[in-house]
């Protein structure tokens, strides 16, 4: 059996990271291998130890999941004892002993550049101990292959009225929840490939605008409770079909329809399959009623109607996804619409839709974003990932699950982590994490490449209204004064009435025409908000700070509470969006105070970081300015 140059051990929700590497260090001429080269008669084990024992280098891949995997563990030491280890974290997470007495690259946020610098002392590091490869002639040169992308696209509505389409839009997505949940395959997300719809349906035009290298195209046609689906899976590179079937059945039998799809996918993948829990008859109108609700929420999610989906459980209680997505809607609203005082009973409700969704399939990832979106905003963090860790290892190519989980890590201060997730998001539904990538882009301190990122998707989707809101904020950050008025003039006509909108061109308008007067205005405003309610907004500080009003200002915010946000229920101020503002590029003038921690323990954060150990990115950028650890610390111990 042939050995490799390079064995890359990894964790499986970080197969992006390790398709990464592996196409990185093939292009330098390395041989690499990991265990999706393991053909389908192999004894698992044997291969594997024969392999790390036969390699010449062993890159450990660390993440939160391989930091508990034996697996991982063991192809490490093996690696260790035979002096030919080398690692990076790819999440943050550190190496476990006794591997962090070893030199461990931090290639968190890494989206396979080869000039980024920790991946250049890597390759080096792999040069040292195997020697630097020997690229083969142009002749010899092996075509690398390229991890399959499958866009599976909006199946055409046959149905003879234009009524339908919602059902085979419905179809198709119920197709595509089920290849990305039941294989190992990478799936394109809804929000992008159902963009590309008649003469956009052609293989180049979906491998060019997507990146996909397969499509998955089809129609429907439904007549009553009888439902026929044609399906065809095209190579994008060839053009060539690689598969076709034509299925007519009842829409009783829909789910093990959707397995059987997935099933010859996967085979003309040469994927894995794993067939889907609960395949038994589904009630036909219930499916129905499931459709038309999901239908509701558009392209981007934005809602869902839950009086259907809750008319569909009880129709049929065995059906998972309808359970799962329920949960998820009555979230939301618990979220960002409910202003009851008392929510206890709506997020009851919530926890039973999900607990009744993940003992039908535990798979159902959104069930779990759905408990997480229920607990207070502050505190509870490592119980927050807890549930955050079991959606990822669920659904690890869920871009929805990826956003989700960026989102707790950048409210905990690990943007280069966080970035991690939703550029794989971004990767898999860019058109879906558009409105987050740029602004993770812009916290990592690649402003110029946000600005770039975000001007790109604003051309490629003008319907995406949230996108110029966030092109505004860079403009406005930046000072850029000349392109905010371009964006605003544009698109001012343009926008739907969103609340946030009026609010950041108050702030940006301030920023610009900023007096002492101004100044003055908005201190008294924090101060009718501590008054009124015994707290303050802790968004758009930064720039005040900057201009000399951080003693008035953290006068303010030590005055203030945040328990309401440690309690079920608590929420931001109106015009607020997340905790993670206080790590924002817009908010170093208050970070680099040493007061800053003060308001990071009244968050809750400072216990997080000194039980997990893993501090925020901004930790290291403070140094100049002061010890954030040993601040923390301080205030821990009770220290004045």
């Known amino acids: 059996m042939p050995v490799s140059d390079v064995f890359i051990s990894y964790a499986r929700s970080t197969t992006a990271q390790a398709e990464r590497a592996h196409a990185a ?6 041989a690499v291998w990991r265990d999706n080269d393991l053909a389908a008669h192999q004894a698992y084990g ?72 920790e991946w250049a002392r890597v390759v080096a590091s792999i040069a040292e101990i195997a020697g630097a490869p020997k690229p083969p002639s142009r002749a010899e040169a092996p075509a690398r292959a390229v991890a399959p992308l499958l866009a599976v696209l909006a199946f055409d509505n046959l149905s003879g009225d234009a009524d339908f389409r919602y059902f085979s ?33 052609a293989a180049r035009r979906v491998a060019s605008e997507l990146g996909a290298t397969h499509v998955l195209d089809g129609s429907v046609r439904r007549s009553g409770e009888r439902v026929r689906i ?47 829990p609960n395949l038994g008859p589904i009630d036909p109108e219930a499916f129905d009623l499931y459709l038309r609700a999901r239908d509701q929420g558009g392209a981007d999610r934005a809602g869902f109607d839950i009086d259907l989906l809750e008319k569909a459980v009880a129709k049929a209680p065995t059906f998972a996804q309808a359970w799962a997505l329920l ?34 399939d535990p798979a159902a990832g959104v069930a779990f974003l759905a408990r997480d979106m229920v607990e207070p905003l502050c505190g509870h963090y490592a119980h927050r990932l807890t549930i955050v860790d079991k959606a990822l290892q669920a659904a690890p190519h869920d871009p929805l699950v990826l956003l989700h989980a960026g989102g707790i890590q950048d409210i905990l201060g690990h943007q280069r982590l966080a970035f991690g997730y939703v550029s794989r998001a971004y990767e898999l539904d860019p058109r879906y994490a558009a409105f987050y990538y740029p602004t993770l882009l812009d916290g990592i301190g690649l402003r110029a490449d946000a600005v770039a990122a975000i001007e790109r998707d604003m051309a490629r989707w003008p319907d995406a209204f ?7 904020r860079l403009a406005y950050e930046s000072g850029d004064w000349a392109r905010y008025e371009a964006i605003v003039s544009q698109w001012r006509e343009v926008w739907p009435l969103v609340p946030l909108t009026a609010q950041m ?40 700070v900057s201009q000399g009003l951080g003693d008035e200002i953290f006068d303010i915010l030590d005055q203030a509470s945040f328990e309401h946000l440690h309690q079920p229920g608590g929420r931001l101020f109106p015009a607020e969006v997340s905790l993670n503002i206080i ?58």
């Open 25 to 30: 260090l093939g292009a330098l001429g390395y």
């Open 46 to 117: 044997e291969v594997i130890e024969a392999q790390v024992r036969g390699a010449r280098v062993v890159l450990a891949l660390w993440s939160s999941e391989a930091v508990k995997s034996h697996w991982v563990r063991s192809e490490a030491n093996v690696a260790r004892e035979q002096g030919k280890l080398v690692q990076v974290r790819v999440d943050g997470a550190s190496p476990p002993m006794p591997f962090d007495q070893i030199h461990c690259a931090d290639l968190s946020g890494w989206q396979g550049e080869a000039a980024a610098p």
């Open 169 to 201: 839009d419905g179809i198709s997505e119920e197709i595509l929840h089920t290849v990305a949940k039941t294989t190992d395959l990478r799936v394109v997300g809804r929000s992008s490939s159902f963009q590309l719809r008649g003469a956009d349906k």
């Open 230 to 276: 044609t399906t065809q899976l095209v190579d994008c590179a060839t053009q060539t079909p690689l598969w076709s079937d034509r299925f007519d059945r009842s829409l009783a039998d829909v789910f093990a329809l959707q397995d059987e799809i997935a099933q010859a996918v996967a085979e003309a993948l040469k994927a894995a399959f794993a067939p889907s």
């Open 327 to 360: 949960a998820f809607a009555r979230a939301i609203v618990l979220l960002w619409l409910d202003r009851s005082p008392d929510q206890s009973a709506a997020r009851d409700k919530v926890r039973d839709a999900a607990d009744k969704a993940l003992a039908l």
């Open 466 to 472: 949230v996108l110029p809101m966030v092109a505004t």
């Open 505 to 544: 061109i108050a702030i940006a308008e301030q920023m610009r025409n900023w007096t002492p007067a101004t100044g003055e205005a908005f201190l008294a405003d924090l101060r009718r908000d501590l008054a009124e309610t015994g707290s303050v907004p802790i968004s758009w500080l930064g720039f005040p």
């Open 583 to 640: 790590f924002s590029p817009s908010y170093a003038p208050v970070r680099q105070d040493r007061r800053f921690v003060r308001l990071c323990a009244k968050l809750g954060l400072c216990d997080y970081w000194l039980a997990s150990g893993h501090w925020p990115d901004c930790a290291e950028t403070l140094a100049p300015f002061y010890d954030f650890e040993a601040e923390a610390r301080r205030l821990a111990s009770g220290a004045a």
